[in-house]
């Protein structure tokens, strides 16, 4: 279907932002006899009321609502793209958002690297659970967990989902072993947001996962991490996020029975956050440094 007419489509956005003929004309340097031409255009073109004129104001129809609506976010869309085009040159921020866990755990012990590679950068980090709206909120690029489908989006992956059983070298006796999986149920299980990871743990052990579900939960793997290193339970812990803790013999493995599943920690952002250098020098950056120890937590 063709598109209608840009100015007209400014034209309506303005005096829908505005609700007033007079304030929209003068945004966009035209006469309000030019706007009320370029509205009536656009009306005439759909067949239906957008606006509803009265003799001292103006209100959308349900129907310009509606239309308001889906048209919107493409308008934030070309400000943020033409705003980063404008920016480009002298813009020396990036505004980053992730998980809390991710963020200690994983992305700020790698953050110096980046920086020394390019000084003066300042990189601010947003930490949060929940999905954002990356150009509402100017973010230029999300990292999240899960299966890499988010819609209207780039995404990447960064790092595999490689589950592995931990707990601190004090918690279980050492003349104890384990004989199986289900020898982990004697001690308290540690769950993270991702509650399921235990079930998904030992179903593809072939173990029955009726009890997985015991054990206090945290609202993050932050929490988890540190219950397991105080020697409060086993925890089930992506390879990825204790690298350090392990490496330094803080956290020991029970059992060697690491499970691999289908989600991981993706790079996430709009097409044009690499419009600026800077913007495309940290996705090469993040994805090639996660690159080369993608395959270490497996």
């Not at 759909?46 to 239309?67: C, D, K, N």
């Not at 930490?127 to 990356?134: A, H, I, M, S, W």
């Not at 230029?140 to 990447?156: C, N, Q, V, Y």
Request: aromatic share 8%; proline share 5%.
């Amino acid at each position: 279907m063709k598109l209608p007419p840009l100015h007209a489509l400014m034209c309506f956005e303005a005096v829908a932002r505005h609700m007033s003929m007079k304030k929209a004309a003068e945004e966009l340097s035209v006469t309000p006899g030019a706007i009320s031409q370029q509205i009536a255009k656009l009306e005439d073109l759909m067949r239906v009321r957008l606006f509803v004129r009265g003799p001292r104001a103006i209100e959308l129809t349900s129907q310009g609502r509606i239309y308001l609506r889906a048209i919107k976010p493409a308008f934030s869309q070309i400000a943020e793209a033409t705003q980063r085009l404008r920016d480009e040159g002298n813009n020396n921020r990036l505004t980053i958002s992730c998980t809390s866990s991710f963020a200690t755990q994983w992305f700020l012990p790698r953050l110096p690297e980046f920086e020394s590679l390019h000084p003066g950068v300042e990189v601010r980090i947003s930490t949060t659970n929940r999905l954002v709206d990356l150009l509402s909120e100017g973010v230029d690029f999300a990292i999240r967990h899960g299966t890499g489908k988010f819609p209207a989006l780039e995404s990447e992956l960064l790092l595999n989902d490689n589950l592995q059983v931990v707990c601190s070298p004090g918690l279980i006796p050492a003349n104890v072993t384990f004989s199986g999986p289900r020898d982990i149920l004697r001690y308290t299980l540690l769950h993270d947001e991702h509650r399921l990871d235990w079930r998904l743990w030992f179903r593809a052990l072939g173990v029955d996962d009726s009890d997985a579900n015991c054990g206090p939960v945290f609202i993050n793997s932050n929490g988890v991490i540190d219950a397991a290193l105080a020697g409060k339970g086993i925890a089930l812990i992506r390879g990825s996020l204790i690298e350090q803790e392990m490496a330094e013999g803080r956290l020991v493995s029970p059992i060697s029975a690491a499970v691999t599943v289908s989600t991981g920690y993706h790079l996430v952002y709009d097409e044009s956050a690499l419009l600026t250098r800077l913007g495309k020098k940290f996705r090469d950056w993040i994805v090639s440094r996660a690159k080369s120890e993608l395959g270490r937590y497996l």
